[in-house]
């Protein structure tokens, strides 16, 4: 059994069981791809997946057995990898970060920023996805860190951090009728159409309990997983957004209004993850100090604004 057999397997499942692009994604050929899994099966005496002719449709019930078995092993290289380059602390060192658009967006370049000065042998990867995506990656070894709202804290082989709370705030077009008022209540917000994030995004599903709560319908006309569409919906006055409060920008004060609705605020938090099982060198543990820091920073930053709608 050879590592760039079970590298194969992992980079297979990675696409879909596409034999062609599992060995671009290696850079080796696919005549030599294929070579390596008939020898690997032959050497186990088992057939490790369901073909159709020559093409691979999925793991076999012996190949899904063995896949968690992988994982543990392409690790553990990443581990010694991750050892052996932490020795030497004049070498380059990559930083991967699976997470959504609204931290790559909004959170993320101050912090990287900072880190770049701080670090200067930093390079950074970002994988950008759905939650259920940036927990993915990260359970699949393919990144390091991960950083979302939802899923992190539902695995039990992550480690989480609180990294920092924000609440939901409401927008609508500067010639809404919303836009004169000042503070209204959540059973006014109810009678108007909505516009905020997709299910299992940016904290919907605690939007979801606080109108359920409150016994009120919630009229969502449009939904997205971007905080700029939907503010460009929101400028086209398609109705009421409702947004992470640190989407609002300087900017977007030329074309939208806060709406302070005082049920909104009921605290999401923005976690960072690390797999428990993987070695981390001293570098990325002092990256994750200075990550929560500044979420610590933003955080005070985002109840000051809060205040002024007070």
Same mark, same amino acid.
């Given at each position: 059994?050879?590592?760039?057999?079970?590298?194969?397997?992992?980079?297979?499942?990675?696409?879909?069981?596409?034999?062609t692009?599992?060995a671009?994604q /290696?850079? =080796?050929? $696919?005549s030599?791809?294929?070579?390596?899994?008939?020898?690997?099966?032959?050497?186990?005496?088992?057939? %490790?997946?369901?073909r159709?002719?020559?093409?691979?449709?999925? &793991?076999?019930?012996? @190949?899904?057995?063995?896949? @968690?078995?992988?994982?543990?092993?392409?690790?553990?290289?990443?581990?010694? /990898?991750?050892?052996v380059?932490?020795?030497?602390?004049?070498?380059?060192?990559?930083?991967?970060?699976?997470t959504?658009?609204?931290?790559?967006?909004?959170?993320?370049?101050?912090?990287i920023?900072?880190?770049?000065?701080?670090?200067?042998?930093?390079?950074?990867?970002?994988?950008?996805? +759905?939650? $259920?995506?940036?927990?993915?990656? #990260?359970d699949?070894?393919?990144?390091?860190?991960?950083?979302?709202?939802?899923?992190?804290?539902? &695995?039990?082989?992550?480690?989480?951090?609180?990294? &920092?709370?924000?609440?939901?705030?409401? =927008?609508?077009?500067?010639?809404?009728? %919303?836009?004169?008022? !000042? +503070?209204?209540? %959540?059973?006014?917000?109810?009678e108007?159409?909505l516009?905020? &994030?997709?299910?299992?995004? +940016?904290?919907?599903s605690?939007?979801?309990?606080?109108f359920?709560?409150?016994?009120?319908?919630?009229?969502?006309v449009?939904?997205?997983?971007?905080?700029?569409?939907?503010? +460009?919906?929101?400028?086209?006055?398609?109705g009421v957004?409702?947004?992470n $409060? #640190?989407?609002? $920008?300087?900017?977007d004060?030329?074309?939208?209004?806060? =709406?302070?609705?005082?049920?909104?605020?009921?605290?999401?938090?923005?976690k960072?993850?690390?797999?428990?099982? /993987?070695?981390?060198p001293r570098?990325?543990?002092?990256?994750?100090?200075?990550?929560?820091?500044? !979420?610590?920073?933003?955080?005070?930053k985002?109840i000051?604004k809060?205040?002024?709608?007070?």
């Amino acid at each position: 059994m050879k590592l760039i057999q079970l590298k194969i397997l992992n980079a297979l499942v990675d696409n879909n069981f596409n034999i062609t692009k599992a060995a671009k994604q /290696l850079k =080796i050929a $696919q005549s030599a791809a294929s070579r390596q899994l008939m020898l690997l099966e032959r050497e186990l005496k088992v057939e %490790l997946f369901i073909r159709k002719g020559k093409r691979f449709i999925k &793991y076999s019930d012996t @190949g899904s057995g063995i896949d @968690g078995f992988i994982n543990r092993i392409l690790l553990e290289e990443k581990n010694i /990898l991750q050892f052996v380059s932490s020795l030497n602390d004049n070498t380059e060192k990559i930083l991967t970060l699976a997470t959504t658009h609204t931290q790559a967006r909004y959170f993320l370049p101050h912090v990287i920023s900072k880190l770049s000065k701080k670090f200067p042998i930093l390079k950074f990867r970002i994988e950008q996805g +759905t939650p $259920q995506q940036v927990a993915d990656l #990260l359970d699949k070894n393919k990144v390091s860190f991960a950083l979302c709202t939802e899923m992190l804290d539902t &695995y039990s082989d992550f480690k989480t951090y609180d990294c &920092y709370q924000w609440n939901h705030i409401a =927008i609508v077009a500067k010639n809404h009728p %919303l836009a004169s008022i !000042g +503070t209204v209540k %959540l059973k006014t917000l109810s009678e108007y159409n909505l516009i905020t &994030y997709n299910i299992g995004f +940016t904290g919907r599903s605690v939007l979801n309990n606080i109108f359920t709560m409150n016994k009120l319908p919630m009229r969502v006309v449009l939904s997205a997983t971007d905080s700029d569409v939907i503010k +460009t919906f929101v400028k086209q006055s398609l109705g009421v957004g409702i947004i992470n $409060q #640190l989407a609002f $920008q300087e900017e977007d004060k030329n074309y939208l209004v806060i =709406i302070p609705i005082q049920e909104l605020r009921v605290g999401c938090v923005t976690k960072l993850a690390i797999k428990k099982s /993987l070695y981390l060198p001293r570098l990325f543990k002092e990256v994750i100090h200075f990550i929560l820091d500044e !979420g610590k920073r933003i955080e005070k930053k985002l109840i000051i604004k809060s205040q002024r709608f007070d």
